[in-house]
C-alpha cells in the first residue's frame, strides 16, 4: 500500500488539473471586420438603390456580377468577372503564402480556428442576416445551415483535426519486421472550390477550414447568385489570419462565370466542385488536363421514408423541414417522400395541415417562413414539374399562400406544394427539383420502398424512420447512397467527424470528416529501419547478382517460409531454407581450409 499511495496521489492531482485546464478558456483576442456598407439600413439610404431588373440566361453573363435580394430585388453591388489570366494570379499569390504556411504550428492553426469562432458566435445575427439577404432565407434556416454546421466543423477540428494530421503508423507484415511502416500527410499546395449558392457562409467555410488546417492555401470561386455575402465572408477570413500572422494571400474569394471557374481548375493542386451533374462532368474534364484530384458534390434526389409504425406528429415535422429546409428552394434536402400505406392519408393530411400555416415572403420581414427563389428563371422550372405530374396523374394536395409580394416579386417565389398519387413516371420523382416541394408516394412493403428508393440516378442521402431500429438500419443499409440518417435527417453532416458525398450522378470522393480533411493531404507511405543502425535489409547470397543456380528455388522457399498456410508448413520451408544456405556456404568453406 506504501508503494500505490504517492501513485494515486499523482494521478488525484493530474486529473484535477485537467479539470482545471479545461476550465480555464484560452486566451482568444477578437477581431474586428467593417460591415458599415452591408447593413441593411446604409443601402436603404444609398442614391444608387434601386429594384433591379436581371437579365436572364447567357446574357446575364458580362463582365460584372451583379447581385441582388431575390427576396426584395434591391439591388446590392457588383463585382468583377475574373478573366483566366486574373484567376492565375490570384492562384500565384496564393501559392508563395502556402509554402509559409506549409510550416506553420497547429497551435497557430488552432488559434485561427478559435478566433475565427469566436468571432461567429459574436456576429450570428449579422453573418445570418447577410445570407438571408443574398439567398431569401429566413434567418432561422440560416442559424441551422449555416452557422451550426461551420461552429460543429471549427469545434472538431479543434478537438481532433491535429490528430488525423499526425503520421499514422501500420502493420509492417512479415517480410519487413525489421522496418516501421507509416503512412504522412502534406498539404497538397493550393486547394481550389468552386462552391453553391444555397449555404454562402457554409460553402465558404467548409474547404477553406479544411485546406488551411491541412497547411494549405484556398482560392475560392462564389456563386454568380451569391457573390455578395461571399465577399463579405472574405473579410471575416482575412482578419483571423491577420490576427494569428498568417502570410498575406493565403485564402482568396474570386467571382465571375463559367470562364472563372475553368480557370481555377486549371490552376490549382485540388478542386473541390459542389454544383449540378453536367457542370460536374465539364469540371472532370478540365481537372484531366492536368491530372489533378477532384471531389464533387452534385446534389441528389433524398428518399425520406416513413414505416406505419413512427411516431407520427415528430416524423411529419421532420419531414416537412427537411423538403424546406433554407427556405425550401435554397435546398438540397429531401425531394421523395415514400410513406406506408396503413398511415398515408393521415400524413399527408398532417402535412397539409402545416403547409397551410407557412405564408411565402419576405425572409426578414419576421412574419414568413419562406424566402425567395436564388436563381433566375427556376419557379418557372419547378412549375413544370408539377405540371408534369398532374398531367400523369397526380394532385396537389396543398399550396402554401403568398403574403406580402408585389405582383412584379411573384416570379422569385414559389409556394410549397404537396404533391400526392406521385409515381416514378413523374419528372418530380426522378429529376433533382431543389424546390419547396413534398411528392409523397405510398408503398407496401420493405422490399418495395427499398426498390423505389433505389430507382434514381441520384445517390446522396436518405431518411429512414420506424419504431423498430433495426427495421430501420437494414431498409438504410440497403439504400445505394453516401449518407444514411436513422429517425432522423440530415443528422449525419452534424457529425463534422463523418465523410459527406455521394454515389452515382451524385457524385464521388468526400469532404467533411477525417476523410475529408486528409482529402486535402499529398498521402506519402513511408518505410524506415527500426533498429537503425543494427539491423537493415541485406540481400541473401543466392539472389546476389550474378544471381545463383539455385536463385529462385530459395526464392521460393522464401516466399513459403513467410506465408505459408500453416506454422508447420512455414517452420518445413525455414528449415529447407537454411540448408540451401549451409549447403551453399559449405564449398567455399573447405577451398578456404585447403
Not at 489570419?241 to 482568396?252: F, T
Not at 480557370?263 to 490549382?268: E, F, G, Q
Not at 454544383?275 to 469540371?283: A, E, F, K, L, T
Not at 471531389?295 to 415528430?314: H, Q, R, S
Amino acid at each position: 500500500m506504501a508503494f500505490w499511495w504517492p501513485l494515486l496521489v499523482l494521478a488525484a492531482a493530474y486529473a484535477l488539473c485537467r479539470v482545471l485546464l479545461f476550465l480555464i478558456p484560452p486566451t482568444v483576442p477578437s477581431m474586428e471586420v467593417d460591415a458599415s456598407d452591408v447593413m441593411e439600413e446604409v443601402n436603404q439610404n444609398k442614391e444608387d438603390s434601386f429594384i433591379y431588373v436581371p437579365r436572364k440566361g447567357k446574357a446575364a453573363q458580362t463582365d460584372m456580377v451583379r447581385c441582388y435580394e431575390p427576396a426584395t430585388m434591391k439591388y446590392l453591388g457588383y463585382f468583377p468577372a475574373l478573366t483566366p489570366d486574373e484567376v492565375q494570379e490570384h492562384v500565384a499569390q496564393a501559392r508563395k503564402a502556402q509554402e509559409v504556411w506549409a510550416k506553420s504550428s497547429f497551435k497557430q492553426r488552432r488559434q485561427f480556428l478559435r478566433i475565427l469562432l469566436k468571432y461567429i458566435l459574436e456576429h450570428q445575427d449579422l453573418i445570418c442576416e447577410i445570407s438571408s439577404r443574398d439567398t431569401g432565407k429566413t434567418m432561422v434556416d440560416a442559424s441551422l445551415g449555416e452557422i451550426m454546421t461551420t461552429c460543429e466543423k471549427i469545434h472538431w477540428l479543434l478537438d481532433e483535426g491535429e490528430k488525423w494530421l499526425k503520421p499514422e503508423y501500420r502493420s509492417c507484415g512479415r517480410s519487413m519486421l525489421h522496418k516501421s511502416a507509416k503512412v504522412e500527410f502534406h498539404p497538397l499546395g493550393v486547394i481550389g472550390a468552386i462552391v453553391s449558392w444555397n449555404y454562402p457562409f457554409h460553402n465558404v467555410f467548409n474547404p477553406m477550414l479544411a485546406a488551411v488546417f491541412s497547411g494549405n492555401a484556398a482560392v475560392i470561386k462564389v456563386s454568380e447568385h451569391a457573390s455578395w455575402s461571399g465577399c463579405f465572408y472574405s473579410r471575416i477570413i482575412q482578419a483571423a489570419l491577420l490576427a494569428v500572422g498568417a502570410p498575406d494571400n493565403l485564402v482568396h474569394i474570386v467571382t465571375g462565370f463559367a470562364e472563372t471557374g475553368q480557370a481555377l481548375v486549371s490552376s490549382v493542386d485540388k478542386i473541390i466542385f459542389v454544383g449540378s451533374p453536367g457542370v460536374g462532368r465539364m469540371i472532370m474534364q478540365k481537372a484531366s488536363e492536368t491530372l489533378i484530384p477532384v471531389t464533387l458534390e452534385l446534389g441528389g434526389k433524398d428518399a425520406f421514408i416513413v414505416c406505419e409504425d413512427v411516431d407520427l406528429p415528430n416524423v411529419v415535422q421532420v419531414a416537412v423541414r427537411a423538403a424546406l429546409q433554407s427556405s425550401g428552394q435554397n435546398c438540397a434536402g429531401a425531394e421523395r417522400f415514400y410513406v406506408h400505406k396503413d398511415i398515408y392519408p393521415t400524413f399527408v393530411s398532417r402535412v397539409v395541415k402545416i403547409i397551410k400555416s407557412i405564408s411565402v415572403g419576405p425572409p426578414l420581414s419576421g412574419r414568413y417562413d419562406m424566402g425567395a427563389i436564388c436563381m433566375i428563371e427556376h419557379s418557372e422550372r419547378l412549375q413544370n414539374l408539377v405540371n408534369d405530374a398532374l398531367d400523369k396523374g397526380a394532385e396537389i394536395a396543398v399550396r402554401g399562400s403568398f403574403g406580402n409580394l408585389g405582383e412584379d416579386a411573384v416570379d422569385q417565389f414559389f409556394p410549397p406544394t404537396v404533391l400526392v398519387n406521385v409515381n416514378h413516371t413523374m419528372k418530380i420523382m426522378q429529376e433533382e427539383a431543389f424546390g419547396p416541394i413534398l411528392p409523397i408516394m405510398k408503398f407496401s412493403s420493405d422490399e418495395e420502398v427499398i426498390q423505389l428508393a433505389n430507382d434514381s440516378k441520384y445517390g446522396l442521402g436518405c431518411a429512414v424512420f420506424s419504431g423498430n431500429q433495426k427495421r430501420a438500419i437494414k431498409i438504410a443499409s440497403q439504400v445505394h447512397c453516401g449518407v444514411a440518417a436513422i429517425n432522423d435527417f440530415a443528422s449525419s453532416y452534424m457529425c463534422q467527424s463523418l465523410p459527406f458525398g455521394g454515389v452515382k450522378d451524385s457524385g464521388f470522393g468526400r469532404f467533411a470528416g477525417v476523410e475529408g480533411l486528409r482529402a486535402c493531404c499529398l498521402v506519402k507511405a513511408v518505410v524506415e529501419d527500426r533498429w537503425w543502425p543494427y539491423v537493415k535489409t541485406m540481400i541473401p547470397k543466392p539472389i546476389q547478382y550474378p544471381v545463383s543456380e539455385n536463385g529462385f528455388a530459395f526464392q521460393q522457399l522464401l516466399v513459403e517460409t513467410l506465408y505459408g498456410i500453416s506454422v508447420w508448413d512455414r517452420l518445413q520451408s525455414l528449415v529447407n531454407l537454411l540448408k540451401m544456405i549451409s549447403e551453399q556456404k559449405s564449398p567455399i568453406t573447405r577451398r578456404k581450409s585447403r
